[in-house]
């Protein structure tokens, strides 16, 4: 699951890196979403375009920290994007 949105981030991290130290991406796919100064931003607009489609939001950082949201793993909370955050 999110293996080419995983991939991809880490194919441009170095990049983003210069041009968006500290900030959180969104990722569909093979395709930079956008860039946000928070990370409830990214996850809010990610349930929004893409409602229970996975997508990935990562902090651009030199190292990787995952969130690890147990609700939305076990599908005990689910993104709704009919219902606006």
Known sequence: ???KERKYFEAHRAE???THPSKFVLV???ELIGVFETQQEA???GA??????SFLVRQVEESEQIVYIPA???GILRADSAHPA
Do not use: H, P
């Open 72 to 74: 939305l793993t076990l």
């Open 28 to 30: 569909k796919d093979e």
């Open 43 to 45: 996850l809010v607009e």
């Open 16 to 18: 983003w890196l210069k």
């Open 1 to 3: 699951m999110l293996d």
């Open 48 to 53: 929004r375009r893409f409602g229970t489609d």
